[in-house]
């Protein structure tokens, strides 16, 4: 089957799609990855106004929501084809009709979960991977990381327009295994895809150890408007295994 997220699983509980590119992708998809990224507060309203019906987004307070910025640098990917890839995620915290959300509690619970906004990447193939899968967000750019011991900065360009520089500094890490999801809305559905991490994590509260400089791209103009600040609710970080699932249907929208 081509790009089907529908496609039904072997006795083993794995599903095989082929995708338009030609690849043969088998979920649960298992990638190894290294991810910084940061946790700003930002206003509820306009939040709240992008998401799909359904969705509410998660903040320090009841009144407030917040973004994720999250640069990733993938080693390996599980698929024959495939090459490793660079992307970098906007994620919105948010939770479904039929979760519970509390201030800060469900925040810090879901820091790298929620709605997949934007999520470009550097091939062709990355993007069909997630478009055709999940119903990702992703658009083919230019995405370059900087590594130099524990700070990465990561510039994204799209359509030859800048869309932001992210920089940091990657905060102490353990070794961890965590779980969490992502929405996205895939042929008009609604649907939620799990993540399980196994591999150094790490969290740091309340810190002015990123900076984030927007460009012209419409979509870096956007965030802008949301008056992120110098300063994070949390810096995060990721370097180990990354295993996707299937995604779910939540609900129509």
Same mark, same amino acid.
């Given at each position: 089957?081509?790009?089907?997220?529908?496609? =039904?699983?072997?006795?083993?509980?794995? /599903?095989?799609?082929?995708?338009?590119? *030609?690849?043969?992708?088998?979920?649960?998809?298992?990638?190894?990855?290294?991810?910084?990224?940061?946790?700003?507060?930002?206003?509820?309203? =306009?939040?709240?106004?992008?998401?799909?019906?359904?969705?509410?987004?998660?903040?320090?307070?009841?009144?407030?929501?917040?973004?994720?910025?999250?640069?990733?640098?993938?080693?390996? +990917?599980?698929?024959?084809? +495939?090459?490793?890839?660079?992307?970098?995620?906007?994620?919105?915290?948010a939770v479904?009709?039929?979760?519970?959300?509390? =201030?800060?509690?469900?925040?810090?619970?879901?820091?790298?979960?929620?709605?997949?906004?934007?999520?470009?990447?550097?091939?062709?193939?990355?993007?069909?991977?997630g478009?055709?899968?999940w119903?990702? =967000?992703?658009?083919? *750019?230019?995405? /370059?990381?900087?590594?130099?011991?524990?700070?990465?900065?990561?510039s994204?360009?799209?359509?030859?327009?800048?869309?932001?520089?992210?920089? *940091?500094?990657?905060?102490?890490?353990?070794?961890?295994?965590?779980?969490?999801?992502?929405? /996205?809305?895939?042929?008009?559905?609604?649907?939620?895809g799990?993540? #399980?991490?196994?591999? #150094?994590?790490?969290?740091?509260?309340?810190?002015?150890?990123v900076?984030?400089?927007?460009?012209?791209?419409?979509?870096?103009?956007?965030?802008?408007?949301?008056?992120?600040?110098?300063r994070? +609710?949390?810096?995060?970080?990721?370097?180990?295994?990354?295993?996707?699932?299937?995604?779910?249907?939540?609900?129509?929208?």
């Amino acid at each position: 089957m081509t790009g089907d997220a529908d496609s =039904p699983a072997s006795s083993d509980g794995k /599903t095989s799609i082929t995708l338009s590119t *030609g690849q043969t992708v088998t979920l649960p998809l298992v990638t190894e990855a290294t991810a910084f990224g940061a946790v700003f507060q930002v206003p509820h309203p =306009p939040v709240q106004k992008l998401l799909p019906e359904g969705l509410t987004p998660v903040g320090p307070t009841s009144r407030t929501a917040a973004v994720t910025l999250l640069s990733v640098k993938y080693h390996h +990917i599980g698929v024959n084809g +495939i090459d490793p890839y660079n992307e970098f995620a906007v994620i919105f915290p948010a939770v479904s009709g039929s979760q519970t959300s509390l =201030p800060y509690v469900s925040l810090f619970d879901r820091m790298t979960s929620g709605y997949m906004w934007y999520l470009p990447v550097t091939t062709a193939s990355a993007k069909a991977l997630g478009v055709e899968i999940w119903g990702h =967000p992703k658009v083919v *750019g230019e995405i /370059t990381h900087e590594d130099e011991e524990r700070r990465r900065c990561t510039s994204v360009e799209v359509n030859g327009e800048h869309v932001l520089t992210f920089a *940091g500094r990657r905060p102490p890490s353990m070794s961890l295994k965590d779980s969490g999801y992502v929405f /996205t809305v895939k042929d008009g559905v609604l649907l939620r895809g799990s993540i #399980e991490i196994d591999g #150094e994590m790490g969290m740091w509260p309340f810190s002015d150890k990123v900076t984030v400089t927007f460009g012209n791209h419409l979509r870096g103009s956007w965030l802008q408007q949301l008056d992120i600040g110098g300063r994070t +609710i949390a810096r995060v970080s990721v370097d180990g295994r990354v295993v996707f699932g299937q995604g779910q249907p939540v609900q129509a929208v």
